[in-house]
């Protein structure tokens, strides 16, 4: 394989490859050779522009092997030159330098000084090369030039005085969506990002330009303001809201969702997610969230422990089956595999002939392909799906090994089986981000027992006979089976709000007090302990069971041992990759 050197580190690389991809992969495995870079990104076009890459090279004779300046010795761009066998590359050499200093202080002649303000601070490079690879002082004493703040699209400003005329956000509009809402417009310092009259930055991947975004010129109308970055914790996660599952990292504080970001994944979602990703999480902290139990008494109600909740289901259920019907458990597509599993197994130990039936799978209009006449099977192709829930085939996937295939119901059979007064008893999932019950469904629930496992209030939740509160996915660990069939594992970010449970735990409570191994009362006796979670603010007080508690990957395991067909939930799920130990960039000091 052929190979190069970049500041000293030999390292093998891949025909094509440029000198800055090595370099970046060097970066990653931890080898610590960084080429700084504005312009460059791996999924937009080269336009080697803002030159702050420009490394010095030699490379092998290709008649004597000996080494030789490359290029005549000239700079060159590392992001638009190939590796070459044998090259030695150095991004730190006199001239190197020096040219990184000039295109600092070049860069920041205009740029205005507003760091503690702006909301880039923290995760913006022009701030961090400013240290990197700046000169520290300036000597520009002319007066800036001033450009607008503009509103450019629903999502996004663009504060157009602090643009590096990088063109990443330009380029992704046209090579990425194919929608060319930005330009360039003017010349020279007058230089700037803009729409066209009359054209808003508005399609369903355009907030993706605040992440490209080197420095913070285009930022987040929904987290201006809202967070300094350094407080925000990271968790790896999955898109909960659609089909594509989506990588992302979720940025949380004290138990709060700030913002959703892209996780890269190449053989999912890129480097990119859509806007209905990115701020579909709102409903995790919405007002009108169930926090505790509630039951109804005397037509109205009322709150109640988790104990009498876990009764009057059990006995809703019983007594559905004592008058000669049958129970239906509805399982919500918006649930994990895991969730998904226990609950079928909960349905089982209720009644032995329980139907189970899949939730309703909300889809809105039809799959989109950008770029526009891209083949959706292409590698340059993003697909936003229509299907929007995470999980409908991890569902069917495992209840199949539950009952035959044919005999899962999926929501209109449940609805005919309601109708036609078989059934007694149902027991309804939801964890969707808003109301989703039709009224034809409140209908043919008329008369019968009805117990709802939800995240929201609702016209459902007001007429069911019993409540009790769910857990967004962001607040639980699972897995889910995303449009392509691919299983994919994603870890708690927050801790579960007030008293609600995952549906996981709330399916392992009830079957332990089936199982006579806790009653009730002591299932509903959680204590609260404080969190040892890393993801979680050191001292946040969590609920914890006093049965067996839900985790995830031992349920994985449960379902691998119960049913071959289920033995991927251990061999194919692919998991977030560690991320690397952090490494500060300041000395910390114990103070
Ligand atoms: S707005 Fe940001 S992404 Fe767009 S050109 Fe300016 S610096 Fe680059
Ligand atoms: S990253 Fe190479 S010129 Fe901009």
Redesign the pocket.
């Known amino acids: 394989m052929p190979s190069i050197t970049i500041n000293g580190v030999k390292s093998d690389f891949t025909p094509g490859q440029t000198i800055l991809q090595v370099s970046n992969r060097l970066m990653e495995e931890g080898k610590g050779v960084e080429i700084p870079q504005y312009c460059y990104h791996d999924g937009l076009s080269v336009v080697a522009s803002c030159r702050i890459c420009l490394v010095e090279c030699a490379a092998p004779n290709a008649k004597t092997g000996q080494l030789e300046p490359y290029m005549g010795g000239k700079l060159l761009p590392s992001c638009q030159t190939p590796a070459v066998d044998g090259m030695v590359v150095y991004s730190d050499s006199p001239k190197a330098v020096q040219n990184q200093k000039a295109v600092m202080e070049y860069l920041l002649i205009n740029h205005p000084l507003d760091c503690p303000v702006c909301d880039q601070s923290g995760e913006c490079f022009l701030q961090d090369y400013s240290y990197q690879f700046g000169r520290g002082t300036s000597r520009f004493e002319e007066q800036k030039v001033k450009q607008p703040k503009k509103d450019i699209g629903p999502h996004v400003y ?1 504060y157009s005085d602090r ?8 380029r992704f509009t046209r090579e990425v969506t194919g929608t060319a809402e930005l330009s360039v417009q003017g010349r020279g310092n007058k230089e700037e ?1 803009d729409v066209f009259p009359g054209v808003a930055l508005d399609n369903p991947l355009a907030s993706n ?1 605040i992440d ?4 913070g ?2 930022l987040d109308k929904d987290f201006l303001f809202a967070q300094r970055v350094w407080f925000l914790k990271e968790t790896p996660s999955i898109d909960g809201l659609t089909a594509s599952g989506d990588n992302i990292y979720v940025h949380h504080n004290e138990g709060k969702v700030y913002r959703v970001k892209p996780r890269t994944n190449l053989k999912v979602n890129k480097w990119w997610i859509t806007d209905e990703v990115r701020y579909g999480w709102k409903f995790v902290h919405a007002e009108n969230r169930l926090r505790s139990p509630m039951r109804t008494q005397f037509g109205t109600k009322v709150e109640c422990d988790f104990s009498r909740a876990y009764d009057e289901v059990i006995e809703g259920a019983k007594k559905a089956t004592r008058d000669g019907k049958r129970l239906a458990v509805m399982i919500s597509p918006m649930l994990s595999c895991e969730e998904a599993f226990l609950l079928g197994r909960l349905a089982r130990r209720l009644d032995q002939n329980a139907i189970l039936a899949v939730g309703p799978v909300p889809t809105l209009g039809q799959d989109q392909v950008f770029p526009k006449g891209v083949a959706a099977d292409s590698p340059k192709a993003f697909v936003a799906y229509a299907e929007k829930a995470p999980n409908a085939r991890g569902v069917r996937r495992v209840l199949s090994s539950i009952v035959e295939p044919s005999h899962i119901a999926n929501y209109e059979s449940l609805l005919g089986m309601l109708k036609s007064g078989n059934i007694g008893a149902v027991v309804l999932t939801g964890n969707y981000p808003s109301a989703w019950a039709t009224d034809e469904l409140m209908n043919a629930l008329t008369g019968k027992f009805v117990a709802v496992i939800d995240t929201l209030s609702s016209a459902l939740t007001d007429m069911a006979s019993v409540v009790i509160p769910g857990a967004t996915w962001v607040e639980k660990a699972g897995t889910f089976e995303n449009a392509k069939g691919m299983l994919q594992a994603f870890e708690a970010a927050i801790p579960v709000i007030e008293l609600a449970k995952t549906e996981g735990q709330i399916a392992l409570d009830m079957m332990a007090i089936l199982d006579g191994k806790a009653s009730a009362e002591e299932l509903s006796q959680s204590v609260v302990v404080q969190s040892t979670l890393a993801q979680v603010a050191s001292g946040t007080q969590v609920m914890m069971p006093l049965g067996k508690a839900f985790n995830a990957a031992n349920v994985r395991q449960e379902m691998a041992a119960s049913s071959s067909a289920l033995g991927v939930f251990v061999t194919d799920v692919s998991r977030p990759a560690s991320e690397a130990a952090r490494v500060p960039d300041v000395e910390m000091v114990d103070l």
């Open positions: 663009l643009c590096i005329m990088c063109t990443r956000c330009v990002i330009v490209l975004c080197p420095v010129a285009l």
